[in-house]
């Protein structure tokens, strides 16, 4: 059972353009991660937003935490050939489970 | 070694064989997460140790899946009677674990690819 739905699926686009990732689920969450994988690797931690409404930056990325706490967008500004990957979002409940969403593999082409 | 170590990275078994999936994770976390990835999907969580406490097994998608802890440190993921929908990444994480946070950062290791034949 996939407590989050990402979407797009998969995002394919030029180097230099801009995109958004969208996470979304009907619980609410104490917090919400993204991380980014690589093929043959582990995800790895990108950002944790724990406050509804909160905003963080992080270079070219900026991660959005709703309101709610139920849902949470990552916006990419002039996409870079390194960007590419599977991009994945993840909700904490109190006790330190954290339930991932589906997946969203962004291809950037140079 | 520093990071979340899984074995073996691949592998291959006939269908019923009983296989074990092993995670050693980073020294002095008391959390250990078991998750499951389809190929290029997102992870389905499996299960969850934090410290002494009782195992969430909530995600454990049959009774052929078990896991267990030893020590509070190396995890050992099996599945009995292996089926061709088994096949997939295993994938292991740590984490501090502290008490009552849960915005710590999750560890992952490389994950082990099973394929079922």
């Known amino acids: 059972t996939q407590l989050l739905e990402q979407s797009p699926q998969f995002l394919s686009i030029q180097e230099g353009e801009n995109l958004t990732v969208y996470c979304n689920s009907s619980?609410?969450?104490?917090?919400l991660q993204w991380y980014r994988q690589e093929p043959g690797e582990g995800p790895v931690l990108l950002v944790t937003?724990?406050?509804?409404?909160e905003v963080k930056k992080l270079k070219r990325l900026t991660f959005q935490f709703g309101d709610a706490r139920k849902d949470s967008s990552l916006h990419i500004t002039a996409a870079q050939p390194g960007d590419t990957g599977l991009y994945l979002c993840a909700g904490g409940y109190t006790g330190n489970q954290f339930y991932f969403g589906t997946g969203t593999s962004l291809t950037v082409i140079p | 070694g520093a990071g979340v170590s899984q074995s073996p990275s691949n592998k291959v078994t006939e269908k019923g064989k009983d296989v074990e999936l092993r995670c050693d994770p980073i020294s002095g976390h008391t959390a250990l997460y078991w998750y499951r990835q389809s190929l290029g999907q997102g992870l389905e969580f499996l299960i969850y140790f934090q410290g002494n406490s009782a195992p969430d097994k909530s995600g454990l998608p049959s009774d052929r899946f078990s896991a267990e802890r030893t020590g509070g440190s190396v995890s050992t993921l099996t599945i009995q009677r292996t089926q061709q929908e088994d096949s997939a990444v295993y994938l292991c994480?740590?984490?501090?674990?502290?008490?009552?946070?849960?915005?710590?950062?999750?560890?992952f290791g490389e994950g082990s690819r099973l394929t079922v034949l």
């Open positions: 619980s609410v969450f104490s917090s």
């Open positions: 994480a740590s984490s501090p674990g502290l008490a009552g946070v849960n915005t710590g950062e999750l560890f």
């Open positions: 937003v724990v406050t509804g409404g």
